[in-house]
């Protein structure tokens, strides 16, 4: 089985998030950028699959040297090697386009990333790759076995979860479940010093015209100060959540 | 060029955020000078859409999709677009949504925004405003494209009643053995249960309550205000409550009318989940509690005293 991850270069869920250069830019000043989470949850599902059944996994990202170190550190997880398709992040089809191509030029059969990246939050990229590369396509995943070429999943719903059966090849979004927290791994010293060495190549993107664009960003209305009741007033709020907010 | 809305159902019978994409399809529809028409499948009552102002409803009934199913479900708004010559495609951005508007965006070749929280901005450049950042900032959108696929975020935009006198044509979609590649097996739901997705209001809970034995007073606040219940991750990560009740960055977005945060601290991943609600109270013994300064009402207090009085005194004013 060969395996994609697709890693998304994001800032951590700690970031302070400002705008540079008229709202049109993510102000990267002292933000410190980590793999995706819910790629990380795949990427993790995929060394398992690597260790206990024999899988190759690569991984990839679309962007520019910046994301390097990221790539790096998946590779110190894990993976065994690592491609970066050289061209800015701005577009959920264009990055899918770019995707795509890797996927056919590498002949994966099993493609796994995040539900969504916790900057642009598209949770698009992939379906839209699933359906430019004609594969099949589960979004939202919290488990996942392979057997030959036929993979039975779950996914979540509103209010539960959804057994799926399915065959390779096959793009997988991948949530929290896929993997348990306590099973994300920590690179080690030997996982830095061999990343190190793996190789990360450089591709040139394929021409791809953007279908969107963000024209400016913009932060949420600043909110008024809380209002306090009185802990033996809770009567006080029944009356605001009624009369006030209209809520109750 | 119409504005074709996908208006999902379950069982048959129309979700919430059928009628809010119907609603906010009619004004987009008024923006670019065009009509609404929507479409279902395997629903009853199609009429319902009429309120809300559905021009046209396109019905399609086909026992090889009785759940949803993704891949079939694009298939059957790929021939509908095509058939209708819609150029405008609205899909509500909840689980489901989210999984299948990416393909029907491929299968049109259209640009797609998700999680759009208010109608277009301008028409040229068609431009929507999205949740970013995880509800820490949003992005004006420009979708280039000529046909153009919109996910709506769930209460962003309401419900509008919009009486039309519409009418209703059966379509005959055709679903291959390739559209349903991917089979479901088995749904498990907790039935009789509001669902967070569903919900107008949450009571969520955290470590403040020490113990899961304490949760009873939750389960009973959230039963007398029709809540649906909820929990922040190291809750659900101590195994104190199921996962599917974790909100927050990494669980599940919340978006309802009222969010009620009980002995939850409000760490900056919890806050950016639960964001989007309107309207925030919390409860919690501690004034430096970050989450005072995201909520529109709060208590300092415990929650061990004030939950059992506000259960009490909601319970005389429901009967009021």
């Known amino acids: 089985m060969k395996i994609l991850v697709c890693i998304s270069h994001v800032p951590d869920t700690t970031s302070k998030i400002n705008f540079t250069e008229n709202d049109t830019k993510f102000d990267t000043n002292g933000v410190q950028f980590v793999i995706n989470p819910y790629d990380e949850f795949s990427l993790t599902r995929a060394m398992w699959f690597k260790e206990k059944q024999g899988a190759s996994v690569t991984v990839v990202n679309v962007g520019n040297v910046s994301t390097e170190p990221t790539l790096r550190k998946a590779l110190a997880i894990g993976a065994d090697d690592a491609i970066r398709v050289n061209m800015d992040a701005t577009d959920g089809l264009s990055v899918a386009k770019q995707l795509a191509d890797v996927v056919k030029n590498g002949g994966y059969d099993l493609v796994l990333a995040g539900r969504e990246s916790i900057d642009y939050n598209g949770g698009m990229v992939p379906g839209m790759l699933a359906a430019l590369l004609d594969f099949n396509f589960v979004n939202g995943c919290v488990g996942m076995e392979v057997d030959g070429t036929s993979v039975s999943l779950s996914r979540e719903i509103d209010g539960g979860n959804e057994t799926l059966s399915t065959a390779l090849p096959l793009v997988v979004a991948g949530q929290k479940g896929i993997v348990e927290e306590k099973d994300l791994r920590i690179p080690n010293m030997r996982g830095i010093m061999m990343a190190r060495k793996k190789p990360l190549n450089v591709v040139e993107p394929i021409a791809v015209e953007n279908s969107t664009s963000t024209e400016s960003f913009e932060k949420p209305a600043p909110k008024g100060a809380v209002k306090l009741v009185d802990a033996d007033n809770v009567d006080e709020l029944i009356n605001l959540l009624h009369n006030e907010a209209k809520v109750i | ?320």
């Open chain 2, 1 to 320: 060029m119409s504005v074709l809305v996908f208006a999902d159902s379950a069982e048959g019978k129309f979700k919430k955020s059928a009628f809010e994409v119907v609603s906010y399809g009619k004004k987009v529809a008024e923006q670019i000078g065009s009509n609404v028409v929507a479409l279902t499948i395997n629903a009853n009552n199609n009429e319902e859409l009429y309120t809300y102002g559905a021009d046209k409803v396109v019905t399609v009934s086909n026992d090889s999709i009785s759940t949803f199913n993704a891949n079939a479900y694009k298939s059957v708004i790929k021939q509908v677009a095509d058939s209708e010559g819609s150029s405008v495609i609205i899909i509500d951005s909840s689980i489901d949504g989210l999984f299948v508007a990416p393909m029907v965006a491929v299968a049109l070749g259209a640009g797609y925004a998700s999680n759009v929280v208010a109608l277009p901005s301008a028409t040229s450049p068609f431009t929507v405003k999205r949740k970013a950042f995880s509800n820490k900032a949003f992005s004006n959108t420009v979708i280039s494209t000529d046909n153009k696929v919109i996910g709506l975020a769930k209460n962003s935009y309401g419900i509008h009643e919009n009486p039309v006198s519409g009418t209703t044509e059966s379509f005959d979609a055709s679903i291959s053995e390739a559209d349903l590649g991917v089979k479901s097996e088995k749904v498990e739901k907790v039935t009789g249960k509001i669902t967070i997705a569903d919900a107008d209001i949450v009571v969520s809970a955290g470590r403040g309550l020490k113990g899961p034995e304490n949760w009873g007073m939750i389960e009973e606040l959230a039963d007398v205000l029709g809540a649906a219940t909820a929990c922040s991750k190291p809750v659900s990560d101590l195994g104190w409550r199921p996962h599917g009740e974790h909100v927050g960055q990494t669980g599940k977005p919340v978006a309802s009318n009222l969010y009620i945060a009980i002995g939850i601290s409000g760490a900056i991943q919890h806050l950016a989940g639960i964001n989007a609600s309107k309207v925030k109270v919390v409860i919690n013994t501690d004034p430096e509690a970050p989450f005072f300064k995201a909520a529109d009402y709060g208590i300092v207090g415990d929650a061990f005293e004030v939950v059992p009085k506000l259960i009490e005194k909601l319970k005389a004013f429901k009967q009021a």
